[in-house]
């Protein structure tokens, strides 16, 4: 999401949160892995510079945290290790949808040098809005996302962004469900999935969804193949049995009944059309 949109850090760090940075146009990504000189490559979630390549005037670095898995002194790490290869200021901004952990990483870092502390900025379920309005979601469609990660728990918020989701319709709609998904905890996701699932539009961007979508797709097409099967059948006054109508109707796969329906055209006989998949007669 930040990778796709990184003014969305900028936006965060100053609107929610209250951070001063630089005021400029450039913002743009920059590669995610920078060395700490001479140790080990750094390999951080995004990193966001504000300014020219040439003189970059402040770095950002994204991580999103769903637990507390990642020592604190790390981000002290990623920030320094970032300073020496730009040489302009770093803020590191943490996305937290569980409040614990947003507490965990919201005192200031010693990072074990001497006068050097990291204040990292983190964004938890406390700093995203709650959005329950449609209208707000298509307007704000990543803090919807957002949104739904920190607050999913309550049925408005998914249903307000999936609604969004149908009015929206362009390309980076199945990006916007990947991402609160993905970011979701189980019982959000499992709340996504049933929202989506009833939607009278029932856009098809979760697993679930094109998993069932995809089925009920095979299943749309192979009912058509029967039907032009039979209809072709009759058409030639084959005189077609009970048990021969049952075996075409309860054929599944679609490649098989497409065979059956080309060869129909020019079959002299029943036998004949069955027999060329093998000898099988129904």
């Known amino acids: 999401m930040f990778s796709d949109r990184p003014q969305l850090a900028v936006e965060v760090l100053r609107d929610l949160l209250g951070v ?25 979630d995004v990193v966001i510079v504000l300014g020219p390549p040439q003189t970059p005037a402040h770095a ?9 898995s990642k020592d604190p002194k790390q981000l002290a790490r990623y920030a320094a290790a970032l300073w020496l290869m730009l040489r302009c200021d770093v803020t590191v901004l943490l996305v937290c949808p569980d409040r614990g952990v947003a507490n965990h990483y919201a005192p200031p870092v010693d990072s074990g040098l001497t006068g050097y502390r990291l204040q990292a900025q ?19 469609p990543a803090l919807a996302i957002m949104a739904v990660m920190a607050h999913g ?33 189980p019982d959000v996701r499992r709340l996504l999935e049933e929202i989506i699932m009833t939607s009278a539009t029932w856009p098809v961007y979760s697993p679930f969804a094109r998993e069932h979508y995809g089925r009920g797709q095979a299943e749309g097409k192979a009912e058509e193949a029967v039907r032009m099967l039979l209809l072709v059948l009759g058409a030639r006054g084959f005189d077609i049995s009970d048990d021969m109508r049952t075996r075409i109707s309860t054929c599944a796969d679609l490649a098989q009944l497409e065979s059956w329906a080309a060869r129909a055209v020019t079959a002299q006989s029943l036998e004949d059309l069955f027999d060329e998949t093998g000898g099988q007669h129904p």
């Open 20 to 44: 001063e940075l630089p005021a400029t146009s450039l913002v743009r990504l920059e590669k995610t892995t920078f060395n700490t000189r001479p140790s080990d490559d750094i390999e951080s």
């Open 122 to 140: 983190v964004l938890g379920p406390d700093d995203i809005p709650v959005i329950t309005d449609p209208q707000e979601a298509v307007a704000r």
């Open 153 to 185: 728990r309550d049925r408005k918020v998914v249903e307000a962004f999936t609604m969004a989701l149908a009015e929206l319709r362009d390309e980076h709609a199945p990006k916007y469900y990947e991402y609160a998904y993905s970011m979701s905890a």
């Open 60 to 68: 950002i670095i994204v991580e999103v945290q769903q637990d507390k």
